[in-house]
């Protein structure tokens, strides 16, 4: 058997993060990080699209799932200690205008390559092509694959969210064979599939939105149409509202900013001015011409040729498909497009201010493992990044002498 003070189950952002606090707490303490991939870190490439959207400025106020439990950490370190964590490792940061922050090299791999040399330099030992199949309680503290002992573990595998990038829900197996509940398990920040009737001719274009569910929940942001329903952040933000199982009818909302009588107006102004426009031009001037075309054959029994044979009962339904443009929902993508996972290790076994389990003491988790999700926009890396520190530092300090 290897013994070690600390042991961490999975090299992802989380566990990275938590091996450098670790050994930044308690530098004399023997830390051994186990990966099942051959290196660690493949998620962190594959994050905002190469470019790592590593957190967010606004993260202390996004309502995350779970956000009493995830205020736990953040009332520890905010969004500044995150970056002033990254500093220290010679990574800087720059943020866009929706607060999203991102390394100012705009490559996911200076942020990997940041977490990755900081284990090396500060002697955490990792050993790759190593999964964790089993843990046992011991009286001294835990054995995985009773091939390791350690006095303190980490759990941070992750979820089940895009598997080939490692995280294949293997943590929550093994939490669960110690006795943690595992909360129904989604996939979410994942496309969403609908009637693709009304939406044939619309492959790849983009528009920007309001969405809401008819079972609840909004989101706002660029949609994307696809041969199989909605991509694009709105399409991904709203798919954390979206229930298993449940009928439900998105509602796109192309014009937020105007109300329906306005536009009523302003098409039956245009329309009058100009008699001889063909009809398929009328919305140019509103949205992408393939979409104008698709809201009228929504709302029209036919497009006629010109907008004069257009009826004034007719403008109103225009109007009312431009800011309701409803598709009904058949479900979303499945984990292998997913970005996050939605449910996980319940947060009430966790303390919130340590994350170490109640229920086996000395059993810390972080990341995504754990029941807290965000949306889109660099909160669920944060999450990862923050809670990771937290734990790290937590089961550091509680080794013994
Ligand atoms: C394509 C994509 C893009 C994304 N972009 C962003 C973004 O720009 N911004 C953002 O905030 N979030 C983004 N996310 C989400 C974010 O990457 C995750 O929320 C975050 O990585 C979770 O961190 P984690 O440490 O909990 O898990 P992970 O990063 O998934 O790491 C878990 C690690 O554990 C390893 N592992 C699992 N089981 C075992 C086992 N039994 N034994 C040993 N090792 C194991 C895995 O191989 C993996 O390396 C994106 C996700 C995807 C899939």
Not at 391 to 398: D, I, V
């Amino acid at each position: 058997m290897k013994r070690t003070d600390l042991l961490l189950i999975g090299g992802g952002a989380s566990g990275l993060c938590a091996a450098v606090a670790a050994k930044r707490a308690r530098p004399g303490a023997s830390v051994l990080l186990l990966e099942h991939l051959p290196r660690v870190g493949k998620k962190i490439l594959a994050t905002g699209n190469g470019r790592c959207n590593l957190g967010n400025l606004h993260a202390g106020e996004h309502p995350y799932k779970n956000r009493a439990f995830a205020h736990g950490v953040f009332a520890q370190l905010g969004t500044d200690e995150l970056l002033a964590f990254f500093r220290s490792l010679g990574l800087y940061t720059r943020a866009d205008s929706e607060g999203r922050l991102y390394p100012l090299s705009n490559t996911a791999a200076s942020v990997l390559d940041a977490l990755r040399l900081a284990c090396a330099r500060l002697g955490v030992e990792t050993l790759c092509e190593t999964r964790a199949e089993s843990i046992r309680k011991t009286n001294g503290g835990f054995a995985v694959n009773d091939r390791f002992a350690a006095e303190k573990l980490i759990v941070c595998c992750g979820g089940c969210a895009a598997p080939a990038q490692g995280s294949d829900g293997s943590g929550f197996a093994l939490l669960r064979s110690l006795g943690h509940e595992i909360t129904p398990l989604k996939p979410s920040l994942v496309q969403l599939t609908t009637d693709t009737t009304k939406i044939r001719a619309l492959k790849g274009v983009r528009a920007a939105a309001k969405l809401t569910l008819s079972t609840g929940g909004e989101a706002a942001g660029e949609v994307l149409f696809t041969d199989y329903g909605l991509s694009g952040i709105a399409a991904m933000d709203l798919s954390r509202f979206v229930i298993p199982d449940r009928k439900a009818t998105v509602t796109l909302d192309f014009l937020p900013d105007f109300s329906a009588q306005e536009l009523t107006k302003i098409l039956g102004a245009l329309c009058r001015s100009d008699p001889a426009l063909p009809a398929e031009n009328l919305l140019t001037g509103f949205v992408p011409k393939a979409l104008g075309l698709a809201v009228l054959k929504a709302s029209l029994p036919a497009v006629p040729q010109q907008v004069s044979a257009i009826q004034p009962n007719e403008i109103q339904n225009i109007a009312a498909a431009l800011k309701g443009f409803a598709l009904p929902l058949t479900g979303t993508k499945s984990w292998r497009d997913a970005q996050v996972t939605a449910g996980g290790a319940s947060v009430k076994q966790f303390d919130r201010r340590t994350l170490e389990s109640r229920l086996c003491p000395g059993l810390y988790a972080c990341g995504e493992v754990l029941d807290v999700d965000g949306g889109c926009g660099g909160f669920n890396l944060e999450w990862a990044f923050l809670s990771g520190l937290v734990a790290g530092r937590s089961a550091a300090e509680a080794l013994s002498e």
